[in-house]
T-cell receptor, first 117, second 115 residues
Framework: GAVVSQHPSRVICKSGTSVKIECRSL??????MFWYRQFPKQSLMLMAT?????????EQGVEKDKFLINHASLTLSTLTVTSAHPEDSSFYIC?????????????FGSGTRLTVV | GNSVTQMEGPVTLSEEAFLTINCTYT??????LFWYVQYPGEGLQLLLK?????DKGSNKGFEATYRKETTSFHLEKGSVQVSDSAVYFC??????????????FGKGTLLTVNP
């Protein structure tokens, strides 16, 4: 089946630095990539939606200059958390919707646990 | 707008017990409905889905039927196992107003199955 590889799975960074999270669709073309943030014991909060080759669409309340999303190809999307602060610590998950909207539907990455110290 | 309401739990059952997690939705038209499962520290995995009214999704002993008349998609399993312990999310997608088919999730239900 469809697989989305998300890296890193865990990252610890110092306050003020930037962190890049990658999601790759391994055996299908992801026309749309969704980025979520999940707080402990809570549901997923959609941060932004990106389509290959175009600018991401951010949800209300999400700072686009802080959470930079790039979807340069049909198999790779990245989320960069810039000037990270402790309040950015969270679990980030990507999800890819495949090109034809086939039975694969939406495939999720395994998530990235970001801790900012 | 679209919304999903699911039983929040937590739900604690003994092994081999019957499971029901309720899910109702609000959406215009005919959304597609999903159940996802999340094991600790991991991303989400698709458990089952249904794309039109009266469809039944099933997988690994879990079932859910798309009921348009009651706008529901309740998850059931006849006999749960310890390995079913996880968080379960009900979700829908609908390309209304150019929403890009983004998923709308319920709040999740933590299921713990004891031996």
């Amino acid at each position: 089946g469809a697989v989305v590889s998300q890296h890193p799975s865990r990252v610890i960074c110092k306050s003020g630095t930037s962190v890049k999270i990658e999601c790759r669709s391994l055996d299908f073309q992801a026309t749309t990539m969704f980025w979520y943030r999940q707080f402990p014991k809570q549901s997923l909060m959609l941060m932004a939606t990106s389509n290959e080759g175009s600018k991401a669409t951010y949800e209300q309340g999400v700072e686009k200059d802080k959470f930079l999303i790039n979807h340069a190809s049909l198999t790779l999307s990245t989320l960069t958390v810039t000037s990270a602060h402790p309040e950015d610590s969270s679990f980030y998950i990507c999800s890819a919707r495949d090109r034809e909207g086939s039975s694969y539907g939406y495939t999720f990455g395994s998530g990235t646990r970001l801790t900012v110290v | 707008g679209n919304s999903v309401t699911q039983m929040e739990g937590p739900v604690t059952l003994s092994e081999e017990a019957f499971l029901t997690i309720n899910c109702t939705y609000t959406a215009t038209g005919y959304p597609s409905l999903f159940w996802y499962v999340q094991y600790p520290g991991e991303g989400l995995q698709l458990l089952l889905k249904a794309t039109k009214a009266d469809d039944k999704g099933s997988n690994k002993g879990f079932e859910a039927t798309y009921r348009k008349e009651t706008t529901s998609f309740h998850l059931e399993k006849g006999s749960v196992q310890v390995s079913d312990s996880a968080v379960y999310f009900c979700a829908l997608t609908h390309n209304s107003g150019g929403s890009n088919y983004k998923l709308t999730f319920g709040k999740g239900t933590l299921l713990t199955v004891n031996p």
